[in-house]
């Protein structure tokens, strides 16, 4: 084989499992984390929903007019709070757990103004350090 054939069976060798490699795993972390703030963000949704469903705030002539216009905006909300850029570092499950409980345990007179002011949902309260 000539010095030249082997020079670029190296080059291509090395761009098809070097970088290719290393973007793949980026990925792959990168999907994992999203993935994760997905959870969570369905969570948290989930439990206010069903909250809002307890406060008899979703119906025709309520609130919110169905299950899914509730999830869909409050899912939006915290989307915005929790994610990869707001928590880099992840959520802890402990104030995640608490946040849940406040949520559940919450008064239906005014639901959402409560939990707006609710440090235990909040991403500073979320978030791990």
């Known amino acids: 084989m000539s010095l030249t054939a082997m020079g670029l069976l190296l080059a291509c060798a090395s761009s098809n499992h070097g970088p290719a490699v290393a973007g793949t795993s980026t990925q792959t972390m990168i999907s994992s984390a999203q993935a994760s703030d997905a959870t969570i963000v369905e969570r948290v949704a989930n439990a206010r ?11 025709p002539g309520r609130k919110y007019v169905s299950r899914n216009v509730c999830m869909e905006q409050i899912r939006g909300g915290i989307a ?12 802890d499950s402990d104030a995640l757990d608490s946040c849940m409980a406040a949520i559940k345990n919450n ?3 005014n ?18 350090k």
């Open 49 to 59: 929903c069903d909250r809002e469903e307890m406060c008899s705030n979703i119906g």
């Open 111 to 128: 639901f959402i103004e409560t939990m707006r002011r609710s440090d235990r949902c909040r991403p500073a309260a979320l978030c791990l």
């Open 107 to 109: 008064d239906c007179s």
């Open 80 to 91: 915005n709070d929790i994610n990869g850029y707001n928590c880099p570092r992840g959520v």
